[in-house]
């Protein structure tokens, strides 16, 4: 049967990826974009996409647009919480206001879209959320901190979600996205305002003393690096693969790894942590599972 979905973010990059995925799997959309004309090449091809204007961030908003989609199209089978973008600055460097608003559109968003549609998932007894995060929510990076600790507070959140409405027949999943070629490191990142005391930090982790000026970000989009490997990255498609594929297994885990090298990524970040632990002679890292006996 036809599902629906409820994707946020969906005008470009990852959110148009699940958008079209979806529809091509058969699927009816409602997809949260920006701008009007967003996905018009996408509606003209598939008349089972519905388009709502909406700002994660405005909570009222978002309860009243859930709502209404609801009542006039269905209770979403998936929700997609993907609407977010990456903000790179020192700590020191970072605004109130930046952060801020990082944290209102990357988290806060996410939660205001959960609450309002739960107890539309709940009274049906059915339905899936599906959290966008990253391989930084189990590492770091440096400049990169206040874009982490939004993913980090995502983790966190939906974990205890996926406890709290496993009774109710709803899946909480969280996918850990490594590097996607989407606008997320083009025109939608934002800088701060760079502090000469971290020049050093900028030029081992962007290759330059300075933040990159946009027409810098533009160049560097339009020619990515050749020698990336099997770090390059991914077309959005894939992840929108992984995600069907993801949604089609019987018991799907909490969190799931997809794209170019994220796999590693993960691993380091753990081993990373590890090591630090067992700087205590009182810490023991847990063993692999025991392997359950034959009979």
Avoid: C
Avoid at 184 to 194: E, L, Q, V
Avoid at 242 to 264: E, K, M, S, Y
């Amino acid at each position: 049967m036809a599902r629906l979905w409820f994707v946020t973010g969906a005008g470009r990059g990852l959110g148009r990826a699940f958008v079209e995925a979806a529809l091509a799997h058969g699927d009816t959309v409602v997809a949260t974009v920006r701008r009007d004309d967003a996905l018009d090449d996408v509606a003209a091809r598939f008349p089972a996409l519905h388009r709502r204007r909406l700002d994660v961030a405005d909570h009222a908003t978002v309860r009243a647009v859930v709502d209404e989609v609801a009542t006039s199209t269905g209770i979403p089978d998936i929700v997609v919480n993907n609407a977010g973008y990456g903000l790179v600055g020192a700590v020191e460097e970072l605004g109130e206001a930046e952060i801020r608003a990082q944290f209102d559109v990357n988290l806060f968003g996410a939660l205001w879209v959960t609450q309002a549609v739960l107890p539309h998932l709940r009274r049906r007894g059915s339905g899936r959320i599906v959290q966008v995060s990253t391989v930084g929510a189990v590492g770091h990076l440096p400049l990169f901190g206040a874009y982490n600790a939004t993913k980090w507070a995502l983790e966190g959140l939906s974990a205890a979600l996926a406890d709290e409405v496993r009774p109710h027949g709803i899946g909480v999943h969280l996918l850990q996205l490594g590097g996607f070629a989407t606008d997320w490191a083009g025109a939608s990142m934002r800088f701060a305002t760079a502090d000469p005391a971290y020049a050093q930090t900028r030029a081992a982790i962007l290759g330059q003393p300075d933040y990159p000026t946009p027409e810098q970000v533009a160049a560097a989009v339009e020619q990515p690096a050749e020698d990336a490997g099997e770090w390059a990255e991914a077309p959005p498609s894939v992840a929108a693969e992984a995600l069907l594929t993801l949604l089609d297994q019987p018991d799907p885990p909490l969190r799931t790894v997809i794209g170019n090298g994220a796999h590693d990524m993960v691993r380091i970040a753990l081993e990373g942590r590890r090591d630090d632990y067992l700087k205590d002679p009182a810490f023991t890292w847990p063993g692999p599972p025991a392997t359950p006996a034959r009979h």
